[in-house]
């Protein structure tokens, strides 16, 4: 079965460092979403890639977050600087484009900024 | 505002069926009820979705409400790899939002 990779699958960073994740989605699915999952709630969409371009990043917080797709195909989602709040579940997800289905997410990154 | 709401948390004997209730009372005519887990330090994984008329798969069954108000989750036969937390999600079939909310902890016990 296709998977959602994503790395590191953890990460432990010094507020105000930079750090980057990656994913690499399904293959063929044109859609692919950040996520990011606070310990003990729900996921909360940061941004919506259609192909290479940006369709919904109105929850990304642009001051310290980018996020890029340059080939629509595998992204990488940047925290500069990070800060104590930013710990977290970073989780990326693919979809088919035009189609009804569920999105297909990957084990994620778990952030811990000290 | 929340589409949906669950309740936070649930248990269920193992072996024994699993019911777990969402409210959508604001729905629209084009909105799908979709249902994910997420089992713990995983992504959460796609379960089912539907429009108006019970579906099965594999995994679950779901049944939605003749006023499509409300649905449930059923899991026929639950096992401890069950435990998860269960996600009920209403959207469009293409749109943009998947908003998870809260969810529901189901814990299936021994």
């Known amino acids: 079965e296709a998977e959602v990779a994503q790395s590191p699958r953890y990460k432990i960073t010094e507020k105000s460092q930079a750090v980057a994740f990656w994913c690499d989605p399904i293959?063929?699915?044109?859609?692919l979403y950040w996520y990011r999952q606070i310990l003990g709630q729900g996921p909360e969409l940061l941004v919506q890639?259609?192909?290479?371009?940006?369709?919904?990043d109105s929850q990304l917080p642009k001051d310290r977050f980018s996020a890029e797709r340059l080939k629509g195909v595998d992204s990488t989602l940047k925290i500069q600087p990070a800060e104590l709040g930013d710990s977290a579940m970073y989780l990326c997800a693919s979809s088919p484009f035009g189609q009804g289905y569920g999105y297909t997410f990957g084990s994620g990154t778990r952030l811990t900024v000290v | 505002d929340a589409k949906t709401t669950q309740p936070t948390s649930m248990d269920c004997a193992e072996g024994r069926a699993a019911n777990l209730p969402c409210n959508h009372s604001?729905?629209?005519?084009?909105?799908?009820v979709y249902w994910y887990r997420q089992i713990h330090s995983q992504g959460p994984q796609y379960i089912i979705h539907?429009?108006?008329n019970n579906e099965t798969n594999e995994m679950a069954s779901l049944i939605i409400t003749e006023d499509r108000k409300s649905s449930t989750l059923i899991l026929p036969h639950a096992t401890l790899r069950d435990t998860a937390v269960y996600y009920c999600i209403v959207r469009v079939a293409d749109g943009n939002d998947m908003r998870f909310g809260a969810g529901t902890r189901l814990t299936v016990k021994p």
């Open positions: 604001t729905i629209s005519g084009n909105e799908y």
């Open positions: 539907g429009l108006k």
């Open positions: 293959s063929g699915h044109a859609t």
């Open positions: 890639f259609q192909d290479e371009s940006v369709v919904d």
